[in-house]
């Protein structure tokens, strides 16, 4: 299956990341570094990102949208239920 939309908890150093496809089904749960995430999303097809908006996710968002995939911030208010 494809992975068409991905939830990314950034943190100082490691990240989670939590891929679905088109039905809800879990297809990705992976912690990477701050150094392997531009390789990895560099390597993956174009999707939907969504993460809280904080102090860096503005330069992961203009990263990731070099690569090709459409991101979403969200206000930290709004992410408590995704947790």
């Known amino acids: 299956m494809k992975i068409t939309t991905i939830g990314i908890d950034l943190a100082k150093e490691v990240f989670q990341i ?3 496809d088109m ?7 992976k912690q ?3 150094s ?3 390789k990895f999303f560099a390597n993956l097809e174009p999707c ?3 993460m809280e908006a904080c102090g860096s996710s ?3 968002a203009r990263k990731l949208c070099e690569f090709g995939h459409t991101v979403k911030l969200m206000s930290p208010q709004f992410v ?3 947790v």
């Open 32 to 34: 990477l570094r701050r």
């Open 48 to 50: 939907l990102i969504g």
């Open 80 to 82: 408590k239920p995704y």
């Open 58 to 60: 503005h330069h992961w």
């Open 23 to 29: 039905y809800g089904k879990a297809l990705l749960r």
């Open 36 to 38: 392997e995430m531009s």
């Open 18 to 20: 939590h891929g679905v």
